[in-house]
């Protein structure tokens, strides 16, 4: 006899293709009990536990071992017993495996969700935090691979271990912790797990905020410099605001940038007005700069622009030379 909320009548074709979205749910708080939260709660465990010792079919359908589930209900304070009951009850194929079905009418039971939804809670709050780590040790990598090859010398590890207060006997410390492989090099991996592990991150969570406000400067002093050339290359007699670009003014600068039609401009136009005024503001101008996408074609058409300055100010040093 079929239990009330056990999900188990879906055709599994639909549920195959409609189950587990790539899109999570945030979970803020304890997810109330219906199919949509039972879907993203079996996800998230689903994909935590099948990464950690999961295996991989021929089909490339992720599965659950017995030692997966086992770890789940041994967090979830089941003794071996118990274990091994709820195991033959969801293995209903008795393949020793459990698919995401399998698994998902598992987690959709009653007696089962509260448990299983705290835990995914649990299992999302520290993604998310994992993912914000690792995004920061990615960007302080890219800042510091000054030869942009990759990987991180010792010399350019340094400054790292300055600027966390290191002394010279702490950095080298530091050092072989995070070259695991002892190859002499970190590889962006390496510095990752240096950089995300919980003794490491406090410091590194500082020298990551200042790092920002660094690149927040440099992208204002950038954005304004072109800001100001555009200005004065394209002056419209006819504008009453300074402090605005207007679409010519705009266009300009995706023709230097290699926006090859007028189309593309207009379009990159009406992504950076967001205000919808017809200009562009300094503010908003500051924030199309600081794009991923965009901020490395910004800094070559900035040093365009100060090579130009130097020149001219060379020539007008060898004319009062005369």
Known sequence: ???????????????????????????????????????????????????????????????????????????????????????????????????????????????????????????????????KRRMAADELFDFLDK??????????????????????????????????????????????SFVVSNTVWPVMKKLHIELQNIKRRKITDVSNAIFSELKRVKNNKNEFFEDELSFEQFATLCKAAGATSEEKSKELFNMTDEDRSGSISRKEFVYFCGRSDVWPVMEKIHAHILRKKRQKEESAMKEEKK
Not at 83 to 94: C, I, M, S, V
Not at 162 to 190: F, H, I, P, Y
């Open 147 to 192: 030869s942009k090859d990759n990987l991180l010398s010792w010399e350019e590890f340094q400054p790292l271990c300055k600027g966390a207060g290191c002394s010279a006997s702490q950095a080298r410390e530091g050092w072989n912790v995070a070259d695991t492989d002892e190859s002499g090099m970190l590889d962006r991996q390496e510095f990752r």
């Open 1 to 131: 006899m079929r239990k009330r909320g056990h999900y188990d009548t879906y055709d599994s074709k639909v549920v195959r293709e409609t189950l587990f979205p790539q899109k999570r749910t945030q979970f803020l708080s304890m997810p109330t009990y219906n199919k949509k939260n039972a879907e993203q709660v079996t996800t998230v465990l689903f994909d935590y536990l099948s990464g950690e010792t999961g295996m991989k079919t021929e089909s490339k359908t992720t599965e659950l071992s017995w030692d997966d589930f086992a770890k789940l209900c041994k967090a979830a304070g089941c003794d071996v017993v118990k274990t091994q009951r709820l195991w033959k009850q969801t293995d209903k194929d008795n393949s020793g495996f459990l698919d995401r079905i399998e698994f998902f009418q598992f987690c959709a039971r009653t007696d089962i969700y509260p448990t299983v939804a705290k835990m995914a809670v649990e299992v999302h709050t520290r993604e998310v935090e994992m993912r």
